[in-house]
Structures are given as structure tokens and as C-alpha cells.
């Protein structure tokens, strides 16, 4: 394997790890939100974070970059901030990324905690536990399958992306050039050796989660 | 002297409203009795703070938990109240030891009454500490649920239907702790049930709850005696007594005494001087006028005619009696009434047919 292959695929990994972290602590909530609420948001939120599911990543992409570009609202508070501009950046590959893989984190999440029900957090208050307190002591115990998927998906799910980031990152090695991206490069240039090593390790990757999922997955505890 | 229980809520829904307004003894175990639909569950809930009563006031002695004319409402896990809830809802992520020490870990140790081991002892789960929830068998797991409920340092107690999920064998396994933690904690509990068997057992106060509303409340005694209620109670009309073992007899009988008199069961293997609850239903006394001389019931004592109703079975009525001040319910026939010129001030014998021994 070249160099920029080995960049590649520590790129990727930097760049999904980050990205999981950082859904786990966006997307928690959320889903603690919408597994709760009775508001009538809940169905535009649902929505509005379902959105990337069926969104060709292109569309996504480019309004995070109108959004994130030198005119758009997000481009006009980086730069007043001195951060300069997000586009073609890992730090805007990470944004976009945060948003395409939201509902993949989300979804589990939430439903681990309707699953939870009622009961467990009503029986915690009546132990003098306050809602901040029964929320990490029993909600986030008794989820734990939902956090464990959901980090799996939200992970494969970036590691896999393509088009949200030829749209917000480019091409650059080292910066925002991911394996995805890299395969590319690799066929577009007609070398197909190097582009079946990355491929083929994606495939052995996408596998091995996959069968991680499908084996360690506890089967969910009904409270008893 | 324990501090009283204040509740009085009023809860407006679509298809339901709970309005009551009680008084309620700071000792024993008050049941809530009543059927389903009645507002039992929706009164314990709302005493616990899960639920929030619009107009609500409750108070425990000088602890004021809700007061909504002055905008007070502390929420449930300020609230030193314990709930067990119909099923044990034990946390499955923490061991048996874990669930109780939920609770506990969250109270200060100084209002603490009752320690771990304690409490373990009392409710016979002192062996199952490092076991894991699913491992136990349903009764167990009320009893940890219990437990757990205890060692919060809990005022009072709040049990919703606690038997109900369990079957007979179940029951009878839970029903001494009941009474063990009814005889030795000083600790009111209200008792939710639909069962007239468990509240003749448990219970030294009753609330009879009908749509929402609280139809009688006082001495279990007192309202089980009541003639003039819809017959909540239904076929089990009948009263409870607290009689004394007072001699085992050769012929295997045993004879309990209770003021106005004593009657006569199968042999028991209580000790002299033990207290049995003996439920007494209507059913099963009949009135002579003379004292009976050729009968095969052994069970007779003289009583007063205090008044008499009609009851839900046709051509029955209900009869109120005094026996040396503790009532007895009788149920016969209008056309024995009738016969027999059954009148309040009438004295007479009553029969006792059968004693249910309640534990």
C-alpha cells in the first residue's frame, strides 16, 4: 500500500471516530427528546433528523456548502469568529458528516429509550433519585444496546460516506482525501491494484461491523 | 400519636373524575378498595406525585407535599414516600443488592431507619442479594421490590395491587411478610386492592372508592359493617374479627375467644394467646329466636338486631347485629325476616356457620 493510501484510511478512521464521539453527544439527546415528548414538534424534528436517510448525500452536501461558503450564514460566523471558512476542511468534513450520519445514531437510540417505558423512571423518582440522576443511572444503563448500535452504524456509516464529501471536502491528502475518495482516485487513474486493496479491506470492514452487530447485539432486558 | 394523612384531589379527565377529600389514620394499613375504573391506582398516584392533581392538597402530619392553593408541589423523589407497584419493576441492569441499595444511596443515613441486612432478614431475601432479577421467582422479586421501597427511608408506604400480578401459591407466600411488616415497622402504609380477601386480612382502615369517589371511609370493621353501601363487597358481605386462641380441645377444636363470645375451629397450631383475623361473611349466619337445641352448629352467640337492609340478592336481606359491641352481618331470606319479625332492638342468637381464619 502507498502512503496516501495508508493517510486515506487513517483519515477515515480519524474522521469517524471524531464524528461518533460527537454524535453520541448530539444525538443523546435528541433522542432522549423525542422519545419523551408528547410536543407536536416531535414529528418535524423526527423528520427533519430522518432526513439524510433518504437525501442523496449530494443535496446535503451542497447546501452545507452554501451554508458553510464564504456568503452563507455559517461561513459568515466562522469567519467573524476568525475561524476562517469550513469548506475543504477536516473540521468541515466532520460537520457534514455529523449531519448525514445523525439519524443513523438517533434512531437506535431513541428507540431504547421508548423501550425503556415508563415504569423504570417512575419507580427512580419514587427512590429519590432526581431526573438528571434516573436519566444516567437508569435510562442510559438500560439503553445501552441502542448507544452500542448506534455508535457501530453511526461509525460504519461515516467510514462509508462518498458524496457529502467530495461536496464539502474535496480531494486534499492528508486533509479531507478519505478511503471513499481515495478509490476513486485510484479507478479514475486506472489503478485498479491499489483500488481493489482499499476495496476489498472496505468490504472485510462493512462485514466484520455488520456481524458485530448481528452477534453482540444483547437482546434487549425487559425490566422485571 | 403519628401524624395524619390529608388527601384531597380532584382530578378532571375526559371519561373519569377523582374527587375525594380524606382523613386518613398515620398507623396501619388503609386499604383503597374498589373496583376497577373506581380511581384506587389514580388516588395512590397522585398521593406519590407521579400524577399532578390540578386542585390537590397532601400532606403527611406537618410535611406538606402538595398544597395547590398556595402553588406547592414537591416532586415525587423529594417526597420521602415508598411505591410498589403491581409488578416488582426491579431495575435489570443492578442485582438484587443493587435494587435495594438504589434507594438507599439516596437517602441520609440518619433518616435512615432500617438498615440493608435488616430488612433482608424481614422480608426472607437475605440469600438472594447477589442474585440478578430474572433469576427470581415473581413473589421474590415483590419482596426485594419491597425492600427497595423500605430502605428510601420512606414515611409512607404506597402499594399498588402488589399481589395482583402473582398467582394463589405466590400470594400466600407474600401475604406473612405483609403482615410481618404491618405487626413490627411503625410505618403507615395505603394498600391498594381489589381483593376483599387481602383487605379483610391487611387492613385496620378502609376506603371504599366508587367512580372517583371515596363512598366510606373509617375502621375496617365499621365500614365492612356498613348495610347501607352498594354492596361493594357483594356475596362477601361479612365483617372481620380479632378473636384469641384460647384453648386447643381434645376433640382437635379450637376455641377462640372474642368479645361477645367465642366460637369454635378445626384445630390450629398457633399457641395459646396468639390474635387470629377471622372473617365472618353474612352468608354464613343464620338468626334463631330461641337458643337452638337440636343443630349441628356449634357457633352461637346472643346478639341484638341493630337494623336490617335489602342486599343485591334477590329476595335476601341484610342484618346489621350487635354482639357486645362488635358487629356481625347476617344475610336470610326476607320471608325469615318477615317471619321471624326481625326488628331493630331484637335480641336473639345468631349462628355462625363457618370462620374463615385469615392467615
New interface residues.
Partial sequence: MESTDLAAVWLTLKLASVVTILLLIVGTPIAWWLARTRSRLKGVVGAVVALPLVLPPTVLGFYLLVAMGPNGPVGQLTQALGLGLLPFTFPGLVIASTFYSLPFVVQPIQNAFEAIGERPLEVAATLRASPWDTFWSVAVPLAKPGFLSGAILGFAHTVGEFGIVLMIGGNIPGDTRVVSVQIYDHVEALEYAQAHWLAGGMVLFSFLVLLALYTFNPTRRKAL | MSPEIQARFRVDRNDFTLAVDLTLPGHGITALFGHSGSGKTTLLRTM?G?ERAPAGYFALGSEVWQDESRGRFV????RA???V?Q???????LSVRGNME??QK??STATNRFSLPEIAELLGIATLLDRA??E?SGGE?QRVAIA??LL?APQILLMDEPLAALDLKRKLEILPYLERLHRELALPIVYVSHAPDEVARLADHLVLLDQGRAVACGPLNEVLARIDLPATFADDAGIVIEARVAEHEADDLTRLEFPGGHIHVSRRHEPVGTLLRCRIHARDVSLALEPPMHTSILNCVDATVVDLAPTDTPGHVLVRLDVAGNPLLARITRRSADKLAIRPGLALRAQIKAVALLG
Avoid at chain 2, 409488578?87 to 441492569?93: D, K, T
Fill in positions: 406519590a407521579l416532586p415525587p423523589h423529594q414516600l415508598g411505591v407497584f409488578e416488582a419493576s426491579l431495575f435489570p441492569h438504589f434507594g439516596r437517602t432479577p430474572g427470581l422479586r427497595r421501597a428510601a
